[in-house]
Every structure is written in structure tokens, then in C-alpha cells.
């Protein structure tokens, strides 16, 4: 679970320089 949740912030920080 831990990992997911590493993983889904990873996803959203990624996003975040992405799209932002």
C-alpha cells in the first residue's frame, strides 16, 4: 500500500510540472 501511495504522489507531483 505504501508503494501506491508513493507511486500516486510521484503521478501527481509529475503531473503537477507537467500541467502546471
Given at each position: 500500500?505504501?508503494?501506491?501511495l508513493?507511486?500516486?504522489g510521484?503521478?501527481?507531483?509529475?503531473?503537477?510540472?507537467v500541467?502546471?
Amino acid at each position: 500500500m505504501q508503494d501506491f501511495l508513493a507511486a500516486m504522489g510521484l503521478v501527481l507531483v509529475i503531473e503537477g510540472l507537467v500541467y502546471g
